[in-house]
């Protein structure tokens, strides 16, 4: 990430009182100028009566920093503040991110048989951040499989039946293609059958579900076929794209704008609610 120099011969940079104020949100990525050091928002914290953020680099590292001048963001140097204020009504309050009435007092159930699988961490990590709370209380868990092209093995290990369903979310589900056949496979399978359901979206990879406008953008870019989709699309949004570690601070980034299910694209979270519905209505 490159950053301006700004010295007294530059008559035209911007004062600290005229640098923009930034509320510190978790997923934002930022560069401490003093010490060059990049990372994503982990956590922020209050310690000896001062604010405090943590950044995670792409190694895994993470170093804390006080809030205030010294930051930049997308190379803009900014004023870092507190988190804002929520400033959530009662009725906003009483309801989960999936926009689900709150249970009062529920704790988690203790974990069921059945089980939501989903392509990769990625998409784990979606669905917990909206639906986790809906699901702790109806004992669900989401287990990412890394992958489909061995789902039928892992169905057939999963020993599907009565009290023990399994619903499976699939990126790029759509008519003619690798996933649907895996899919209509599995189905076909010996206990599949109202006991497995296989839900998907058309989208290329559960980033897409995102709606641009939550990013500030008119729609996803375009990737040219054959390169890698997360790298081009890292590289359209000019973020650092070469490592695995890049990939993942980027993700993180993402998620970090998704606040609640009016966040998600529709046919997302129709698929989504539908497999809740399958596992918890007998």
């Given at each position: 990430?490159?950053?301006?120099?700004?010295?007294?011969?530059?008559?035209?940079?911007?004062?600290?009182?005229?640098?923009?104020?930034?509320?510190?949100?978790?997923?934002?990525?930022?560069?401490?100028?003093?010490?060059?050091?990049?990372?994503?928002?982990?956590?922020?914290?209050?310690?000896?009566?001062?604010?405090?953020?943590?950044?995670?680099?792409?190694?895994?590292?993470?170093?804390?920093?006080?809030?205030?001048?010294?930051?930049?963001?997308?190379?803009?140097?900014?004023?870092?503040?507190?988190?804002?204020?929520?400033?959530?009504?009662?009725?906003?309050?009483?309801?989960?991110?999936?926009?689900?009435?709150?249970?009062?007092?529920?704790?988690?159930?203790?974990?069921?048989?059945?089980?939501?699988?989903?392509?990769?961490?990625?998409?784990?990590?979606?669905?917990?951040?909206?639906?986790?709370?809906?699901l702790r209380v109806e004992g669900i868990v989401v287990e990412p499989l890394h992958g489909i092209d061995d789902l039928a093995a892992a169905v057939a290990e999963f020993r599907p039946g009565a009290g023990r369903r399994l619903g499976v979310l699939v990126d790029h589900l759509v008519p003619d293609s690798k996933e649907s056949r895996i899919a209509d496979a599995v189905m076909a399978s010996p206990g599949a059958?109202?006991?497995?359901?296989?839900?998907?979206?058309?989208?290329?990879?559960?980033?897409?579900?995102?709606?641009?406008?939550?990013?500030?953008?008119?729609?996803?870019?375009?990737?040219?076929?054959?390169?890698?989709?997360?790298?081009?699309?890292?590289?359209?949004?000019?973020?650092?794209?070469?490592?695995?570690?890049?990939?993942?601070?980027?993700?993180?980034?993402?998620?970090?704008?998704?606040?609640?299910?009016?966040?998600?694209?529709?046919?997302?979270?129709?698929?989504?609610?539908?497999?809740?519905?399958?596992?918890?209505?007998?």
């Amino acid at each position: 990430m490159q950053y301006q120099n700004w010295g007294p011969q530059d008559m035209s940079a911007p004062s600290k009182a005229e640098l923009p104020e930034v509320p510190v949100e978790r997923g934002m990525v930022l560069e401490d100028v003093q010490s060059g050091w990049v990372g994503a928002v982990t956590r922020v914290e209050k310690s000896g009566g001062m604010h405090v953020v943590a950044l995670e680099d792409r190694r895994g590292k993470s170093r804390s920093f006080r809030l205030g001048f010294g930051f930049l963001l997308e190379g803009q140097a900014i004023k870092l503040l507190p988190p804002a204020p929520r400033q959530a009504t009662a009725a906003a309050a009483a309801r989960t991110a999936s926009g689900s009435v709150r249970v009062a007092g529920q704790r988690a159930q203790v974990a069921k048989a059945s089980r939501i699988w989903v392509e990769g961490k990625h998409d784990a990590e979606l669905v917990e951040k909206v639906w986790g709370d809906d699901l702790r209380v109806e004992g669900i868990v989401v287990e990412p499989l890394h992958g489909i092209d061995d789902l039928a093995a892992a169905v057939a290990e999963f020993r599907p039946g009565a009290g023990r369903r399994l619903g499976v979310l699939v990126d790029h589900l759509v008519p003619d293609s690798k996933e649907s056949r895996i899919a209509d496979a599995v189905m076909a399978s010996p206990g599949a059958a109202g006991n497995v359901l296989i839900v998907g979206h058309p989208y290329v990879d559960v980033w897409q579900a995102i709606r641009p406008a939550v990013l500030g953008i008119e729609k996803w870019p375009v990737v040219p076929r054959g390169q890698d989709w997360k790298t081009g699309i890292l590289a359209a949004f000019g973020w650092p794209h070469a490592t695995k570690e890049d990939i993942g601070l980027g993700w993180q980034k993402l998620l970090g704008a998704v606040r609640t299910y009016a966040d998600l694209e529709a046919s997302l979270l129709g698929r989504v609610e539908e497999v809740i519905d399958f596992l918890t209505v007998p």
